[in-house]
């Protein structure tokens, strides 16, 4: 159907870049799976961190959606799901006085990157939505990758754990009965929030 009439999706896309079926198929399973599990466990830090701090719930809760997906990033920034990305260097790259050699192997420090006072500004490990940032800093920082790997569901991401909190959070009564428990993923310095339980 999309090859004799094209849309404004990611079939047409990949029909028109002339994919095969089978590529096809495998660039939509990609694309439906792989923040499903990232995306879980960033909504279950951004509840616990709302959860835990009165006013940035109360702002969160009375922000509109601007002000909400500023504050999800601005949580994201500080716990990213995924800690360090391992990339190869497509060229020799200069970094202060080193040289890594093109096909190197380098563990990029998502966290550490998140929190760099000259990419993000005074007081990096404090929660401040919209606050400024340099030149070329996306809205997360490094938290969905950046250049030709960045997340293609960023955008998704967010807007998920978007409606699934500002739903939750508009129930009477809603309360964290259980704190969670982490667990770290130390091969890409993730982590796994389990066991949060909440009541209404």
């Known amino acids: 159907m999309r090859r004799a009439r ?4 990611l079939i047409s896309h990949l029909i028109d870049e002339g994919c095969n079926d089978r590529e096809i198929l495998g660039e939509c399973v990609t694309f439906a799976a792989a923040g499903m599990v990232t995306t879980r466990e960033f909504i279950t830090v951004a509840a616990w961190h709302l959860f835990t701090d009165d006013e940035l719930r109360q702002r969160y809760r009375t922000g509109d959606e601007r002000e909400r997906f500023a504050l999800l990033h601005e949580i994201l920034r500080l716990e990213p799901v995924v ?4 990339r190869r260097t497509t060229a020799d790259v200069r970094v202060g006085g ?3 050699p093109s096909g190197a192997l380098v563990d990029i420090g998502v966290t550490a990157a998140n929190s760099d006072a000259t990419a993000v500004g005074p007081e990096p490990q404090s929660v401040c939505p919209g ?34 909190l500002s739903r939750l959070f508009a129930q009477p009564g809603l309360r ?13 310095a993730a982590y796994e929030v389990v066991r949060l339980i909440v009541e209404v």
């Open 83 to 86: 800690g360090d990305l391992f």
């Open 176 to 188: 964290m009965t259980r704190p969670p428990e982490v667990r770290l993923r130390p091969e890409i």
């Open 98 to 100: 080193t040289t890594i």
């Open 131 to 164: 606050r400024p940032l340099a030149d070329g800093v996306g809205d997360a920082v490094l938290s969905f990758g950046d250049g030709a790997h960045r997340c293609p569901g960023a955008y998704i991401a967010i807007q998920e754990s978007d409606i699934f």
């Open 6 to 9: 094209r849309r404004d999706d």
